[in-house]
Nanobody, 120 residues
Framework: QVQLVESGGGLVQPGGSLRLSCVAS????????MGWYRQAPGNQRELVAR???????NYADSVKGRFTISRDNAKNTVYLQMNSLKAEDTAVYYC??????????????WGQGTQVTVSS
């Protein structure tokens, strides 16, 4: 009944840009927070960026100044604008959402992941 649908991943050269999108589909909930995580081969999944319902954001130190997270509340969509991409940014990027349901339950959802590859 709830699904996070990601798009925008792909292959890009170093220094290039990509914009990831994630749509939270379904009903009966409000968004507490949404964010992006990534996992590279051999690494643990790490937080990239997160935006709370009040609009506050936080970023991994490695992406500050290069990535920007934003949202469109009317569309239940979160975006990740990635500029000045580096090879080290190569990973599977996962959308994450913490949702508060009208039944007073809070649940965490994950997208299926989208591959971002930065290579020349």
């Amino acid at each position: 009944q709830v699904q996070l649908v990601e798009s925008g991943g792909g292959l890009v050269q170093p220094g290039g840009s990509l914009r990831l999108s994630c749509v939270a589909s379904g009903s009966g909930f409000s968004i507490v927070a949404m964010g992006w995580y990534r996992q590279a081969p051999g690494n643990q999944r790490e937080l990239v960026a997160r935006i709370e319902s009040g609009g506050s954001t936080n970023y991994a130190d490695s992406v500050k100044g290069r990535f920007t997270i934003s949202r469109d509340n009317a569309k239940n969509t979160v975006y990740l604008q990635m500029n000045s991409l580096k090879a080290e940014d190569t990973a599977v990027y996962y959308c994450n959402a913490d949702l508060l349901f009208f039944t007073f339950q809070t649940r965490t959802y994950w997208g299926q992941g989208t591959q971002v590859t930065v290579s020349s």
